[in-house]
């Protein structure tokens, strides 16, 4: 049974770098697409962007210019970088997983609540 | 980008009830629209995928169609579980999109 496992801070501080990490248990890393997902009450779910085996990433446009996201197969974990964060980047983060580069996410992880605060 | 409405906004309906949800798209999708429902806390669930197929596990009361840019979600017998808010998305394009989501209430 595949499942992710997430982790970061929970608070980090206006301006500041917010840090992610998805660890996948109980199936392969490789031959998949990773995404990260984000859930705030004003805007609904949100795509972030995703990264291949090929380590091809993508990346939602209104983020694109602060948001990294970056592999270790070697540890089978994805993790996520969106720097200068503000207030509105306070929601819940989602890892989640894609059969190819044409699919919907048949597994999410638990969910990590991060508030934008000094 | 791709803008995903879905309506209405909530739905209040008695147990045993038929229920149809429905998403557009703003350009055609083809059939790469899935569905998703999400209860309180916890993340959300893959319902429906390619429009019409059903996730592993999922009870056959659900069913997905359309094409395209129309899409319905239908829950042939409304259960008490079945209380929780439903997501549309497309990943036809990047950006991946998905609908504002319906609420389902039991009445």
């Known amino acids: 049974q595949v499942q992710l496992q997430q982790w970061g801070a929970g608070l980090v501080k206006p301006s500041e770098t917010l840090s992610l990490t998805c660890a996948v248990y109980?199936?392969?890393?490789?031959?998949?697409?990773w995404s990260w997902i984000r859930q705030s009450p004003g805007k609904g779910l949100e795509w972030i962007g995703e990264?291949?085996?090929?380590?091809?990433?993508n990346y939602n446009p209104s983020l694109r210019s602060r948001v990294t996201i970056f592999e270790d197969m070697s540890k089978n974990q994805f993790s996520l970088r969106l720097t200068s964060v503000t207030a509105a980047d306070t929601a819940v983060y989602y890892c989640?997983?894609?059969?190819?580069?044409?699919?919907?996410?048949?597994?999410w992880g638990q969910g990590t609540l991060v508030a934008v605060s000094s | 980008d791709r803008v995903m409405t879905q309506s209405p906004d909530t739905l209040s309906v008695s147990p045993g009830e038929r229920v149809t949800l429905s998403c557009r798209a703003s350009?055609?999708?083809?059939?790469?629209l899935a569905w998703y429902q999400q209860k309180p806390g916890q993340a959300p669930r893959l319902l429906v995928y390619?429009?019409?197929t059903r996730a592993t596990g999922i009870p056959a009361r659900f069913s997905g169609s359309g094409s395209g840019t129309e899409f319905t979600l239908t829950i042939s017998t409304l259960q008490s579980e079945d209380c929780a808010v439903y997501y549309c998305?497309?990943?036809?394009?990047?950006?991946?999109?998905f609908g504002q989501g319906t609420k389902v209430e039991i009445k």
């Open positions: 390619d429009a019409s």
């Open positions: 998305q497309q990943y036809n394009n990047w950006p991946r999109t």
């Open positions: 989640a997983r894609g059969s190819n580069y044409l699919s919907s996410f048949d597994y």
């Open positions: 109980g199936g392969t890393f490789s031959g998949y697409y």
């Open positions: 350009q055609s999708v083809d059939t790469n």
């Open positions: 990264i291949n085996q090929s380590r091809t990433t």
